[in-house]
């Protein structure tokens, strides 16, 4: 009944979390009243996120490479300022931008990409080796924060990775009052999650 192009639109938006079918229609009708250029602009800006961002290798934080750029690394993990001491450990990137907004934390990231779940079986797909080989690597780091939200899947991955991460010398702490217990840390205030982030314990 509906185009191609249209069926096609629909049901790829519809792949994106948050997004069903129904949002999916409401969504390309509502881009349907616009005028080509209006279309084109949100073409275009899907085009750039191919063509010109890309992932940190070493905490898979995002950032946009310039013309001809050849950097592998996010301007976080670039920066000299940020105290290398330290390896706050997020389950995704919204996270580390709600602690970033905080103001509170100078130091390194690492974007897990999600949570243990026994449920769902993902846990094949998280960043750990990756943050274990980084902190081999990497002698100076004195303290690892696990920064994930007071949550059952959240406690599990924390109590996962104080074991996997038990035998190198660094601190492990986590975020401490402040953040209530089934908070989501992307979701919390910035005074809030602040709080968090100086009680760590």
Not at 177 to 199: C, I, K, M, W
Request: proline share 4%; charged share 25%.
């Amino acid at each position: 009944m509906l185009p191609y192009s249209l069926t096609r639109f629909i049901e790829l938006f519809s792949k994106i979390p948050g997004i069903g079918p129904r949002q999916a229609h409401r969504i390309a009708f509502w881009l349907l009243r616009h005028d080509k250029n209006f279309l084109y602009s949100y073409g275009f800006a899907i085009r750039d996120l191919a063509d010109k961002i890309h992932v940190c290798r070493q905490c898979f934080f995002v950032f946009e490479t310039t013309s001809g750029g050849s950097e592998t690394l996010c301007t976080i993990c670039r920066n000299p300022s940020r105290d290398q001491t330290r390896i706050a450990v997020v389950e995704k990137e919204t996270d580390l931008i709600s602690i970033e907004k905080t103001k509170q934390y100078a130091g390194l990231y690492h974007v897990l990409g999600g949570l243990f779940s026994p449920i769902e079986g993902n846990n094949h797909d998280l960043k750990v080796q990756e943050l274990a080989n980084r902190i081999r690597e990497n002698p100076q780091t004195q303290e690892i924060i696990l920064a994930f939200s007071h949550t059952a899947e959240g406690d599990l991955t924390a109590m996962e990775l104080e074991r996997i991460l038990k035998p190198f010398p660094a601190h492990i702490t986590r975020l401490g009052l402040g953040l209530p217990r089934g908070a989501d840390v992307e979701f919390a205030d910035e005074d809030t999650l602040g709080n968090a982030l100086q009680s760590r314990r």
